[in-house]
């Protein structure tokens, strides 16, 4: 059994949600229809609290991926959804890898401890790596835009 530090406790209002709320893929369900079940208005924190977990609790022990729809409320993503949506999420953690790799390497060096220059040169080496490694995957797995004409020797229909 888990030790329980403060706020207030999740797993019942993520049962309840689970009970009454039946998702299956392509499924969408309001604000309104949350907010009747939990009793919970979506615009106060808990009500986000309550449905983060229901989210991760729905994608771990079900295998379906719901995201929030802003102002909506969520979807149950189909499949070729979530390879898309996950694609996404992978590009933007790469670019924001190499932003902060861009600005470390601004950090005037004799303005560090020796130690945290050490960490990092070291960090700098590895981050380059990761993210050179992963945008080139992001190539090979991001199929070419659509072109505007089509190549030579090809006729249009």
């Not at 709320?21 to 009747?36: A, I, N, P």
């Not at 040169?121 to 991001?142: K, N, P």
């Amino acid at each position: 059994m888990r030790m329980y530090f403060g706020g207030m406790p999740t797993n019942m209002d993520v049962k309840r949600l689970r009970e009454e709320l039946v998702m299956t893929e392509g499924d969408e369900v309001t604000h309104e229809q949350v907010e009747k079940i939990l009793g919970v208005k979506h615009t106060v924190t808990r009500f986000r609290t309550i449905t983060d977990k229901w989210r991760r609790v729905m994608l771990i022990d079900e295998g379906l991926e719901i995201v929030a729809l802003p102002g909506l409320g969520f979807r149950c993503l189909l499949p070729d959804e979530r390879v898309s949506y996950n694609f996404k999420g992978f590009k933007q953690g790469t670019r924001k890898q190499g932003r902060h790799l861009r600005r470390a390497a601004l950090i005037p060096r004799n303005r560090v401890s020796e130690k945290e220059a050490v960490k990092l040169d070291h960090f700098q080496r590895l981050g380059a790596l990761l993210v050179g490694q992963a945008h080139s995957m992001v190539r090979q797995i991001e199929p070419p835009p659509p072109r505007e004409t089509p190549p030579d020797g090809v006729t249009p229909r």
